[in-house]
Every structure is written in structure tokens, then in C-alpha cells.
């Protein structure tokens, strides 16, 4: 029975390896019309299956730690299997997806089919914030009920809502921003920042059932549900950032304050 928990934790390590193999099976084809200067694509569905074994991954990763106290079955093996494969879901693979977005984004220019790798690469740079945030977050024991920095599976699922915001939106201005390689770098640049930095963001968790210390929460969850119903995908950098927001400008969102110190 102890073992359950970490095969729930492995089955997050597989949705996300999965991830990887459809994020670069993408099988695009991209014209560049030269009269008018402009470009029209298809997103790839595998680019869009990717994000969505990045969203069971994270249903996984939510159900493993519910499981482990479950059946008190939490140890610093399934910690550590925890964050590992947390990085290929939430750091590795998101960044694949970023790499190709880069590359969606330099093959719409002209002549852009045959730009270098390096200008794709800065994408990598997520992945390498994810591992240092997730090593820092194991040898943390004060993040109970907030964290020093934005947690690695919600940049996953931010990334990986951008393959399905192309996918299933249609308007171009939205889309349009999302393969703009410069808000890509700066994407980039801003959320790995925002995950090794010392901010305090809100966990999650309840910490007591009062209405007054969990408003931010339920704020939060209430803007979820309104954005989900109107925006659709586009609910999720919404919410994102929304949290963000919460979290660094009401001090209750981060929780007790005998757990962040």
C-alpha cells in the first residue's frame, strides 16, 4: 500500500514524457505569403495533445499527494520522486512547447525556416528554473501553506494552455500575441524569475475553515469558475496572473505567518 503513491507519482513522470514525444511530432506546415507580408498556420494537433497529458500530469500530481495521506504513506522518497517528476511535466516539457512556439513564431517571417536553433534555446532556460526552484523546494521545510516563489506545476499548466488557446480560439489578436516570438523571451525571462524569486504565493490549502483568512482563495476560485465559463482556455493566464497578483498584494493570500518565516 506504500507504494501506491508513488506509482501515482511515476504516472505523472509518464503523462509528461508523453507530453514531450507529441510537443515535437508536430508535422507543420507554414506558409509564408510574400505579397502581403503575413503568414497563416495551423496549430499542430500533437502540440495540442501535449498540453493536455501536461494537464493530467498535473491531475496526477494532485491525486498522488491526496493519496499519500490517504493511505500515510508520505516519505522522502516519494518527495523527491514528487519533484522529479515534476520537472519533465511542469519544467521539461513545457519548455519543448515554448521551444516550438519560438519556432512557429521565426517560421511565419520570411526566410524564418532557416533561422539558427540558438534563437529556440532561451526556452530551456524555463526548464533550468523549474529544477532550481524544485531543488531550493526540497530542502525548504516552511512551505506548507504558501511558497517562496510561483510553484513549478502552475508555469506547467500556463504554458501548457497556450497550444490549446491556438487551437480552439479564434481570435487572431490573442493568438497572434502567444507566437510573438518577443512575448515569448519575455514570458520566458518573467516566469523564471517568478519561480526562483523569494515572492511568497499562495498554496493552495487550506490552513483553517474561516471565511476571513481564506478570501483570497476563494476569490481566486470564484474568478476561476467565471473565467472558465466565459473565457474558456484563455481562463488560464487569466487566473494565472490573478494569483500572482493576490498573492503579493493581500499578506493573508500567503497564509499563516508562522509557516513562512
Known amino acids: 500500500m506504500k507504494q501506491i503513491p508513488n506509482f ?20 507543420t506546415v507554414i506558409f509564408y505569403i510574400n ?7 495551423n496549430i499542430p ?8 497529458c501536461i494537464i493530467i500530469a498535473a491531475l496526477i500530481d494532485f491525486l498522488d499527494g491526496f493519496v499519500a495521506r490517504l493511505f500515510k504513506a508520505t516519505s522522502d522518497l516519494g518527495k523527491q520522486l514528487d519533484s522529479l517528476s515534476d520537472l519533465v511535466s511542469f519544467g521539461v516539457a513545457p519548455a519543448v512547447i515554448l521551444y516550438q512556439l519560438l519556432r512557429f513564431s521565426f517560421a511565419r517571417e520570411e526566410n524564418g525556416l532557416d533561422v539558427s536553433i540558438i534563437w529556440m534555446l532561451p526556452a530551456f532556460i ?26 513549478v506545476p502552475a508555469v506547467g499548466l500556463l504554458i501548457a494552455s497556450f497550444p490549446l488557446i491556438l487551437h480552439f480560439n479564434y481570435i487572431n489578436s490573442v493568438n497572434n500575441i502567444i507566437i510573438n516570438k518577443w512575448f515569448l523571451y519575455a514570458l520566458i525571462l518573467l516566469l523564471s524569475y517568478l519561480m ?56 493573508k493570500a500567503i497564509g499563516p505567518k508562522s509557516n513562512i518565516e
Not at 35 to 41: A, L
Not at 206 to 224: E, R
Open 196 to 251: 526562483l524569486s523569494s515572492h511568497r504565493m499562495m498554496a493552495l490549502k487550506f490552513s483553517d475553515y474561516s471565511l476571513k483568512n481564506n478570501m483570497p482563495k476563494i476569490i481566486l476560485l470564484v474568478i476561476a469558475i467565471i473565467a472558465a465559463l466565459f473565457l474558456h482556455w484563455i481562463a488560464v493566464p487569466v487566473v494565472f496572473i490573478i494569483y500572482v497578483l493576490l498573492s503579493l498584494t493581500i499578506p
Open 45 to 52: 494537433e500533437k502540440i495540442s495533445w501535449a498540453a493536455i
Open 126 to 151: 524555463v526548464a533550468c528554473a523549474a529544477a532550481y526552484r524544485l531543488g531550493k523546494f526540497n530542502l525548504d521545510t516552511s512551505q506548507q501553506f504558501s511558497f517562496k516563489g510561483v510553484p
Open 35 to 41: 505579397d502581403q507580408y503575413s503568414s497563416s498556420f
Open 8 to 27: 501515482f507519482t511515476l504516472l505523472n513522470l509518464f503523462a509528461g514524457c508523453l507530453a514531450i514525444v507529441f510537443a515535437l511530432q508536430t508535422n
